[in-house]
């Protein structure tokens, strides 16, 4: 069972009614939760600085989210808080924002969308994404002191400052992955506008993202003892499969180590082996008695000599 979250603050009274508008929107149970989370931030952020619900706007929010940003951990975005602004503004709790005058970085951000739109023909939602992840870079390049475009000065070092923060706030590899497609697009727009001298964009370091990287889960014992127990043992195929079977579960070896294996019987002696799973290098073995008495050759043995070699 979901347990319902705790909201300090002026926005304590208005918890369960936002809990219902949620669940009147087909939040689950969790995701409701979650939106509850960002509630109780919102209402203590609210609370320190002496404010109540009839000062939330979307001006208040915006500066609230700078703040959380400037945090450890992942801070909500603008848009997830807009259940709450909609909400609170149909009780008359939320006050309008007067529309603000467009700026430097907006005139910037639109010639920036009318290249993505006829110059790289990208999709609606790719170009409303490219958007929004250059924004916030330049927006923090202009709290940072530059210019209210955020451009003048720009660097390498710049870039990658910016991500080191991205990724310190929690993101994920494929949400930072995300942001590099980003600003490699902000940053060959600005070139090619002259805007900065140095193509930048090749600079960027990409974000590592290999898969399968974890340890594979190992086998139950009745696994394994069903893997077994499937080989067919009256057919030299079945006897094969057995043998690579055990070479895997009770020797430990690699797929390389048993594809590349050569056996050895002395007669009346133990069995060995030696295997050589990259060129050049060679591992030798002898089996327990217990496991050289189940491998079934497959094959026949040469007619001559002490010792023969077997094979699958």
Not at 108 to 125: I, N, P, S, Y
Request: with cysteine; proline share 8%.
């Amino acid at each position: 069972m979901i347990g319902h979250k705790k909201v300090p603050g002026p926005l304590a009274v208005l918890a369960d009614g936002f809990r219902a508008e949620l669940d009147r929107l087909g939040y689950t149970p969790s995701s409701r939760e979650f939106k509850l989370a960002e509630v109780a931030k919102l209402s203590a952020w609210l609370e320190s600085r002496g404010l109540g619900a009839g000062d939330i706007c979307r001006a208040r929010i915006e500066e609230f989210l700078s703040d959380l940003a400037a945090r450890p951990g992942r801070a909500p975005t603008l848009v997830a808080m807009r259940p709450l602004l909609a909400w609170l503004g149909r009780l008359g709790l939320a006050r309008d924002d007067p529309p603000p005058a467009p700026g430097p970085l907006d005139a910037l951000m639109g010639r920036h969308r009318h290249w993505m739109v006829t110059d790289r023909q990208l999709a609606a939602r790719t170009i409303r994404r490219y958007e929004q992840g250059a924004r916030l870079f330049l927006e923090s390049r202009a709290r940072q002191g530059g210019n209210p475009a955020g451009v003048e000065g720009l660097s390498e070092q710049a870039v990658t400052a910016f991500l080191l923060a991205e990724a310190s706030r929690g993101l994920s590899a494929k949400s930072l992955q995300g942001r590099v497609a980003e600003l490699r697009s902000l940053l060959r727009f600005l070139y090619l506008q002259a805007m900065i001298t140095t193509s930048l964009g090749e600079g960027v370091p990409p974000v590592p993202g290999w898969k399968d990287t974890a340890v594979p889960r190992r086998l139950a014992a009745a696994e394994v003892q069903a893997l077994l127990a499937s080989c067919d043992r009256a057919t030299a195929s079945g006897k094969r499969d057995l043998a690579i079977l055990l070479l895997l579960a009770r020797m430990g070896l690699r797929a390389a180590e048993v594809a590349g294996r050569n056996w050895r019987t002395s007669t009346g002696g133990p069995v060995s082996w030696s295997s050589a799973a990259r060129p050049g290098t060679a591992t030798r073995c002898r089996f327990p008695p217990r496991s050289a008495r189940r491998l079934p050759p497959t094959c026949s043995r040469p007619a001559r000599g002490p010792t023969a070699g077997l094979s699958f």
